[in-house]
Nanobody, 118 residues
């Protein structure tokens, strides 16, 4: 019912920048919020940036370097600057969506690889 198109990942040198984008499509009635999580090798999935109570919650490790933006009703981006090797992970888009059958769930994208290495 819901599909995600994630783009913008890849290999970048330390100190570089990347911009991730995620577009949701399908039988969507309304998207309440969109955000990003990540999972590094051997680690649990962690919050990167998500909307909460009218504000944005960022992981302490990315504050001042990453910026989330809602480009339109169905698309969210993550601008990542001053990237570090520890930012290497699979990044997942997530969205709080009400579908056309009036059911509301948290949906997840398939993930996109970001590798920071020289």
């Amino acid at each position: 019912q819901v599909q995600f198109a994630e783009s913008g990942g890849g290999l970048v040198q330390p100190g570089g920048s990347l911009r991730l984008s995620c577009a949701a499509s399908g039988f969507i009635r309304r998207i309440y919020g969109m955000g990003w999580y990540r999972q590094a090798p051997g680690k649990q999935r962690e919050l990167v940036a998500v909307p909460a109570h009218g504000a944005i919650t960022y992981a302490d490790s990315v504050k001042g370097r990453f910026t989330i933006s809602r480009d339109n009703s169905n698309t969210v981006s993550l601008q990542m600057n001053s990237l570090k090797s520890e930012d290497t992970a699979i990044y997942y888009c997530t969205a709080d969506i009400e579908t056309e059958d009036f059911r509301r769930w948290d949906y997840w994208g398939q993930g996109i690889q970001v590798t920071v290495s020289s």
